[in-house]
Nanobody, 114 residues
Framework: QVQLVESGGGLVQAGGSLRLSCVAS????????MGWYRQAPGKQRELVAL???????NYDDSVKGRFTISRDNVKNTVYLQMNSLKPEDTAVYYC????????WGQGTQVTVSS
């Protein structure tokens, strides 16, 4: 059974940075895609960034140029480096991974104060 465990969330001032980590219990190299979604209060869960097995990436337009996704298959970990954070980035951030099935982490809170 695959488990995804996120860490690195917290409270930061606008303009600051955070780095989220997600450790998978299985080998990340077996996942076709890994990435991050987020859900703000009262809103639907939305895509933040994805990284495909061959290394290509997708970012939501709102985070392009500020967030960077990366993965370390040796450490079974996917990262999200978040720079120039804005109050509108406040949300619960969820790790996502997929093979033939989809998996989600429990979420980590990111709060950006103005």
């Amino acid at each position: 059974q695959v488990q995804l465990v996120e860490s690195g969330g917290g409270l930061v001032q606008a303009g600051g940075s955070l780095r989220l980590s997600c450790v998978a219990s299985g080998s990340t190299s077996s996942f076709n895609v890994m990435g991050w979604y987020r859900q703000a209060p009262g809103k639907q869960r939305e895509l933040v960034a994805l990284m495909w097995i061959l290394g290509s990436t997708n970012y939501d337009d709102s985070v392009k140029g500020r967030f960077t996704i990366s993965r370390d298959n040796v450490k079974n970990t996917v990262y999200l480096q978040m720079n120039s954070l804005k109050p509108e980035d406040t949300a619960v951030y969820y790790c996502y991974a997929a093979t033939s099935a989809s998996y989600w982490g429990q979420g980590t809170q990111v709060t950006v104060s103005s």
